[in-house]
């Protein structure tokens, strides 16, 4: 059986304040925001940029924490 391809991902994650973790997104590490309910106080958000890429040669990357203690690994092919 063909291993399926993911070429996108969409993490859910629960948080404290939701405009704080918009903010953080947005303005560290660069996301979109493409939607938020409602538009003040949001408390739910949809964030994104590029696209996930599965890789056998592995990767090369960084770590961070997020507001809520969510550690978050962002990488690329080397």
């Known amino acids: 059986m063909k291993r399926p391809v993911l070429e996108k991902m969409c993490p859910f994650f629960m948080v ?5 973790s918009i903010v953080f997104y947005r303005d560290k590490l660069g996301f979109e925001v493409w939607h ?3 538009s003040h106080e949001p408390f739910f958000a949809i964030v994104g940029r590029d ?3 599965d890789t056998h040669d592995g990767l090369r990357g960084f770590e961070l924490k997020d507001p809520d203690g969510y550690v978050l690994f962002f990488g690329r092919p080397r």
């Open 51 to 53: 696209g996930a890429q």
């Open 36 to 38: 938020q309910e409602p």
């Open 16 to 20: 404290g304040n939701a405009a704080q």
